[in-house]
T-cell receptor
Framework: AQRVTQPEKLLSVFKGAPVELKCNYS??????LFWYVQYSRQRLQLLLR??SRESIKGFTADLNKGETSFHLKKPFAQEEDSAMYYC???????????FGTGTKLQVIP | NAGVTQTPKFQVLKTGQSMTLQCAQD?????MYWYRQDPGMGLRLIYY???????DKGEVPNGYNVSRLNKREFSLRLESAAPSQTSVYFC?????????????FGPGTRLTVT
């Protein structure tokens, strides 16, 4: 079974403060992990994926297999980062994709 | 390319009525998905289709049926709608196969069952 846990429903930070959105997963094989973002009244879109190790809009995420975590980080929050963030897991060659419950990030001006 | 399209955008049903949510993609993707999004519950997978001709249950399949009509289209049917099925429904597609392919989402269908 594959499971994704996002413990925080809401995270409020001030503009310019660091952000860390937590994601823990449960999967017996080698997972493919993603972060998706949903801005107000828009469809979900990919933010980043762990294999490419890219940085998008200043966000990074490192896969920690020992802690089974894939936390999303940004050093300085911007108001435009306010959105709903979802962590997602795909199990290897299987096509099932499981999402966490999401964290709403609120950046206070 | 239109990407992933969903119809209708909004729908109100009475308890016991049936309806079909339509989804189509023009990216030649193999895999397609139906999710429901509820406050505090995030996105929950209802059904998915790894490839044309196959469908599999997700986390919350009860009360729903799906049809992968062809490679482009994946429909979700509510046979007898219940208030608990009030939600926003998202369709998504993905290239499929091995690899960390992203999912592409539709705009969503907001369904209210009274």
């Amino acid at each position: 079974a594959q499971r994704v846990t996002q413990p925080e429903k809401l995270l409020s930070v001030f503009k310019g403060a660091p952000v860390e959105l937590k994601c823990n997963y449960s999967y017996s094989g080698s997972p493919e992990l993603f972060w998706y973002v949903q801005y107000s009244r828009q469809r979900l879109q990919l933010l980043l994926r762990h294999i490419s190790r890219e940085s998008i809009k200043g966000f990074t995420a490192d896969l920690n297999k020992g802690e089974t975590s894939f936390h999303l980080k940004k050093p300085f929050a911007q108001e435009e980062d306010s959105a709903m963030y979802y962590c997602a897991l795909s199990g290897g060659g299987y096509q099932k994709v499981t999402f966490g419950t999401g964290t709403k990030l609120q950046v206070i001006p | 390319n239109a990407g992933v399209t969903q119809t209708p955008k909004f729908q109100v049903l009475k308890t016991g009525q049936s309806m079909t949510l339509q989804c189509a993609q023009d990216m030649n993707h193999n895999s397609m998905y139906w999710y429901r999004q509820d406050p505090g519950m995030g996105l929950r997978l209802i059904y998915y289709s790894a490839s044309e001709g196959t469908t599999d249950k997700g986390e919350v399949p009860n009360g729903y049926n799906v049809s992968r009509l062809n490679k482009r289209e994946f429909s979700l049917r509510l046979e007898s709608a219940a208030p608990s099925q009030t939600s926003v429904y998202f369709c998504a597609s993905r290239p499929g196969g091995l690899g960390d392919y992203e999912q592409y989402f539709g705009p969503g269908t907001r369904l209210t069952v009274t």
